[in-house]
């Protein structure tokens, strides 16, 4: 067997002894936006650290786990804390995560972030809907051998923010009143910040957005052929904009400081998903 689909097959049959739980939502929790769980009637709590070589969060305040419950009254199942690729481990450990929940069931996956803001007009606080990403800096989680168990060699990446949940992102947006903004994300691979001079080469290459995660996460999924969304939440102006330095702890602050209108926003987008 392969060895990356063995490991995302042992992560499963050992969930499988804790929870029959089938999911139809799966929800990744940025940093900063985990306190979202709150607005899940919770079944069954599962630490990444109780998965037998389950990669688990080296940095403090990212918590690990999986939440099964309903949200609104649909099945789903939380990340709270996703690892990142500057944490060393292989992207195919990165987004094991991801490929699991599909696995459990999950036919569409709700990816969210913090983010810096590339495009000028768009403002620290802001929301914005996921339209399409840029992930060539950072190794593509597809590349060894195929698992045809999860999808084909070469698969389609022209749309991967599905354009029936990029509806269903702006009329939730539109309910709770949120003012949406959408663009373009680009994943570096961290851990600093970007320089000035990359925050330029991402605007030049039509990014609005810069971060951490996300996009291999998006590959994965779509290879597994479901439906995926974006919502980044920008917490600070990308660096060089602004004379000031960036730090975690701002980028936290930030993030906490919006997360009541980000917990509305998602909470309406999976009722109406
Ligand atoms: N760059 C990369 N990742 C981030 C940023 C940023 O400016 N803000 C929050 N996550």
């Known amino acids: 067997m392969n060895p990356v689909f063995e490991k995302v097959k042992k992560s499963y049959d050992y969930i499988r002894t804790v929870t029959d739980f089938t999911p139809e939502v799966a929800l990744v929790l940025g940093s900063g936006l985990g306190e979202f769980a709150k607005h899940m009637e919770v079944e069954c709590e599962i630490p990444y650290s109780s998965i037998e070589g389950f990669p688990v969060s080296t940095v403090a305040g990212h918590d690990g786990r999986f939440l099964f419950g309903t949200v609104e009254g649909v099945k789903t199942v939380i990340m709270k804390g996703r690892v990142h690729y500057y944490e060393g481990y292989p992207v195919t450990d990165v987004v094991l995560p991801t490929r699991l929940m599909i696995m459990l ?41 195929n698992i045809s168990e999860f999808g084909t060699r070469f698969p389609d990446m022209s749309n991967v923010y599905s354009k029936r949940l990029q509806d269903v992102v ?67 102006m990308a660096a060089g904009i602004l004379d000031q330095p960036l730090s975690h702890e701002e980028v936290s602050e930030a993030a906490n400081k919006v997360s009541h209108i980000f917990e509305s926003l998602v909470k309406n987008i999976i009722k109406n998903i």
């Open 105 to 145: 069931g999950a036919k569409k996956l709700i990816l969210t972030n913090a983010a810096g803001a590339v495009n000028t007009s768009y403002k620290p606080g802001d929301l914005m809907m996921i339209t399409d990403h840029i992930s060539t800096i950072v190794p593509s989680p597809l590349i060894g051998e």
């Open 170 to 236: 702006r009329k939730s947006a539109k309910e709770v009143g949120v003012t949406l903004r959408e663009g373009v994300y680009m994943q570096f691979s961290g851990p600093a910040y970007e320089t000035p001079a990359e925050v330029k080469l991402a605007r030049l290459l039509g990014a609005d957005a810069v971060g951490m995660s996300t996009a291999i996460e998006a590959v994965a999924a779509n290879h597994m052929g479901i439906e995926i969304c974006g919502i980044s939440c920008f917490t600070n």
